[in-house]
């Protein structure tokens, strides 16, 4: 892999890791509840590549819990 290519996945990752934690605080600040939010994260492939997709897609999840002060 060359050093664009992870250039170009860093950039993505931080943006969605900034864009992610401005929008989970924003919507704690505006839900109801005590308990803490159990999230789900899902990276898909979106590419499309035509009638040659790869033999396995990209799919990542994690999922986690935010606790509320």
């Known amino acids: 892999m060359d050093d664009n290519t992870r250039q170009d996945i860093?950039?993505?990752l931080k943006s969605f890791g900034i864009q992610a934690d401005e929008t989970i605080s924003g919507y704690l600040d505006r839900?109801?509840?005590?308990?803490?939010l159990h999230l789900r994260i899902t990276l898909a492939d979106l590419t499309d590549y035509g009638s040659t997709p790869p033999a396995?897609?990209?799919h990542l999840e994690i999922e986690g819990q935010v606790r509320r002060s």
Do not use: D, I, N, S
């Open 31 to 36: 839900a109801p509840g005590e308990g803490p």
């Open 56 to 58: 396995e897609p990209l």
């Open 10 to 12: 860093r950039a993505l």
